[in-house]
């Protein structure tokens, strides 16, 4: 939808007679919004529909992976959910589906419930235990508590989610075995050092084009070229001189 178009009914200062088909508007949105839908924006939000549910498609099998169930829970999670909020919500901009961080720790809470079916279907009581608790504070209208969040605490929080999302996904982009990589690469390089001589050579050069070329792509959409590729480029080859020292040591005193 354009930016101009709301996407729910805009009520003024005076008191309005509520009738039950304005009840109605206001408990599903989609009966206000939808006949007022401009026709001349169909074709480019169809556009952003598909290239959206290309992206999800490999984003909902990482967030499986990362809940360690099975992996076609991921796009079931990212359909359902979009369709009810199309009906239900009331902001254009919510993002609905799965989340990094939020599939990152209920794999850190699964990871020693038994087999895959049992992880998988305990995930899915605990999903719908959540959703009970956000819909009941959402009839409560609870919203409010948000405001006692301070900026701080949400700033330290969100660059906290970032690094523990990075730092999970080291041990695959070096292609190292699930069980070597067990408790992170933090934990690796700690205690385990010499796993890495496990890690691929492909995959590692493979994970590390992709993140350079994000990164150039970024800096040309900025206006800045070249920058942080030698940069990034210098501080992967130290990194890996250190880890050959490492791993080097490690032999030999072993």
């Given at each position: 939808?354009?930016?101009?178009?709301?996407?729910?009914?805009?009520?003024?200062?005076?008191?309005?007679?509520?009738?039950w088909w304005t009840v109605l508007q206001e408990q599903m949105p989609i009966l206000f919004w939808l006949p007022r839908y401009p026709k001349e924006n169909l074709s480019a939000d169809l556009a952003g529909a598909?290239?959206?549910?290309c992206i999800l498609i490999g984003q909902s099998l990482a967030h499986a992976?990362?809940?360690?169930?099975?992996?076609?829970?991921?796009?079931?999670?990212?359909?359902?959910?979009?369709?009810?909020y199309a009906i239900f919500g009331?902001?254009?901009?919510?993002?609905?589906?799965?989340?990094?961080l939020v599939s990152l720790l209920t794999g850190e809470v699964l990871a020693d419930q038994g087999d895959l079916a049992e992880r998988t279907q305990k995930a899915a009581i605990l999903t719908a235990l959540v959703g009970i608790i956000m819909s009941i504070m959402g009839l409560l209208q609870l919203s409010f508590l948000v405001r006692f969040l301070s900026r701080?605490?949400?700033?330290?929080?969100?660059?906290?989610?970032?690094?523990?999302?990075?730092?999970s996904q080291v041990a695959p982009m070096l292609g190292l075995?699930?069980?070597?990589?067990?408790?992170?690469?933090?934990?690796?390089?700690?205690h385990h050092?010499?796993?890495?001589?496990?890690?691929?050579?492909?995959?590692?050069?493979?994970?590390?084009?992709?993140?350079?070329?994000s990164d150039e792509r970024q800096d040309s959409k900025e206006g800045r070229l070249g920058g942080r590729f030698?940069?990034?480029?210098?501080?992967?080859?130290?990194?890996?001189?250190?880890?050959?020292?490492?791993?080097?040591?490690?032999?030999?005193?072993?």
């Open positions: 939808m354009s930016g101009s178009e709301p996407l729910v009914r805009k009520t003024s200062g005076r008191k309005q007679s509520r009738t598909m290239t959206l549910g992976n990362l809940c360690m169930v099975d992996l076609i829970n991921g796009p079931y999670s990212c359909m359902l959910p979009p369709m009810v009331t902001c254009v901009h919510a993002s609905v589906g799965t989340g990094g701080p605490a949400l700033s330290g929080f969100i660059t906290a989610s970032a690094l523990l999302i990075i730092l075995p699930s069980w070597a990589s067990k408790g992170g690469i933090v934990n690796v390089v700690k050092i010499k796993y890495l001589e496990l890690l691929d050579p492909a995959t590692t050069a493979l994970s590390l084009v992709a993140v350079i070329f030698s940069q990034g480029l210098i501080r992967c080859l130290q990194l890996s001189s250190v880890l050959q020292k490492k791993c080097s040591h490690t032999q030999i005193v072993l």
